[in-house]
């Protein structure tokens, strides 16, 4: 059982920045992944790491505005974002999965941080 939970979201807006962090129980051999989801829509991959060799992926929406990166020694992924766009605003989760990323679903899943851009 991996436990997630993501903080820093938050209201800014647009053209702002925040970093969302994501505290996982146990970090070796898992990929991170961000997600967001906004009311109704579908779930969307933003972002991921991959344990094995720290390869990332970004949807092209967030290419070079938001930077995913680790802490191993704080059992932290962060996703730096940038630049934010009022279609940024939803509800973001990080996933943690023993398989290289991105994937299409992930085995274990935090709450979510409310990420809200404004024009």
């Known amino acids: 059982e991996v436990q997630l939970v993501e903080s820093g979201g938050g209201l800014v807006q647009a053209g702002g920045s925040l970093r969302l962090s994501c505290a996982v129980s146990r970090f070796d051999g898992y990929s991170i992944g961000w997600f967001r989801q906004a009311p109704g829509e579908e779930r969307e991959q933003v972002s991921c790491i991959t344990s094995s060799d720290g390869s990332t992926y970004y949807r092209d929406s967030v290419k070079g505005r938001f930077t995913i990166y680790r802490d191993n020694a704080k059992n932290t992924v962060y996703l730096q974002m940038n630049s934010l766009k009022p279609e940024d605003t939803a509800l973001y989760f990080c996933?943690?999965?023993?398989?290289?990323?991105?994937?299409?679903?992930?085995?274990?899943w935090g709450r979510g941080t409310q990420v809200t851009v404004s024009s």
């Open positions: 996933a943690a999965d023993g398989r290289s990323c991105p994937l299409p679903g992930y085995a274990y």
